[in-house]
Nanobody, 124 residues
């Protein structure tokens, strides 16, 4: 079992920044990657970013590339999502998730455990 707890969401003006954190506990040593997804009202959940736990390789959705940065601190079992130049269309509930298999990191079905989500609201 893995428990994931997100934090760092909030209300920010367009152009501002936020940093989300995802603290993992439990069977984290065998996880392959951590990912961030988001879901806006009335829309499907979408991939945002992912990072491979051992290699640090990162993957981003085109919509956030150049603005968001995913990183991890394995000593703290924590993954971060630094979000800069935020836009109103970034408004969503952001979820972190963990995967135990390589590949398919852009798909939510690859991930086994999910956090409860944290709200990010960007005002125009």
């Amino acid at each position: 079992q893995v428990q994931l707890v997100e934090s760092g969401g909030g209300l920010v003006q367009a152009g501002g920044s936020l940093r989300l954190s995802c603290a993992a506990s439990g069977r984290t040593f065998s996880s392959y990657a951590m990912g961030w997804f988001r879901q806006a009202p009335g829309k499907e959940r979408e991939f945002v970013a992912a990072i491979v736990r051992r290699s640090g390789s990162t993957y981003y959705a085109d919509s956030v590339k150049g603005r968001f940065t995913i990183s991890r601190d394995n000593t703290k079992n924590t993954v971060y999502l630094q979000m800069n130049s935020l836009k109103p269309e970034d408004t969503a509930v952001y979820y972190c998730a963990t995967s135990f298999i390589p590949g398919g990191l852009y798909s939510g079905s690859t991930y086994n455990y999910w956090g409860q989500g944290t709200q990010v609201t960007v005002s125009s």
